[in-house]
């Protein structure tokens, strides 16, 4: 069989575009980091409830909440159960290791006055706006606040 375009040259225009975006792009990136320029960031409204949050594995694959002011178990996960929360753990886990800091130092949720709930990692300085993973995953953890969603 032949090759269809085995004798027609790959158009030099293309390579010079994206030559150029890559450049642009790097460049772009170098300026910005020198001068120590930062996108502006949605402000962060003030917390109308919180709970600092504990959770502890248990022998047979469970995960234990606690309530770190009280020390009450708020509530018991049984294995395989409530995976966007472990999910979330497991991630925060794996930025605590930087830190030695295991799972088991207190997370704090917390309800924003616009609606909005926060888990944040005092370990790690994370701030996780638990509503952009959608609301069943943000119910997840609502259902761990002290009073019922508004």
Do not use: C
């Not at 909440?65 to 708020?74: F, K």
């Amino acid at each position: 069989m032949s090759d269809a375009f085995g004798h027609r040259p790959f158009p030099k225009g293309v390579l010079y575009a994206v030559a150029a975006l890559l450049s642009f792009t790097i460049i772009m990136i170098g300026v910005a980091r020198l001068t120590g320029f930062m996108m502006p960031q949605a402000p962060v409204t003030a917390e109308v409830e919180s709970r600092d949050l504990r959770f502890v594995d248990l022998d047979d694959g469970s995960l234990a909440v606690y309530d770190v002011a009280t020390g009450e178990l708020i509530h018991t996960l049984s294995p395989g159960e409530e995976g966007f929360i472990r999910g979330v753990l497991r991630s925060m886990e794996r930025q605590r290791k930087g830190y030695q800091a295991s799972i088991s130092e207190p997370f704090h949720l917390a309800r924003r006055e616009n609606g909005m709930l926060t888990l944040e990692d005092p370990t790690t300085g994370i701030l996780l706006d638990l509503r952009a993973f959608g609301e069943t995953n943000q119910a997840a953890f609502a259902d761990l606040m002290p009073s019922p969603r508004p």
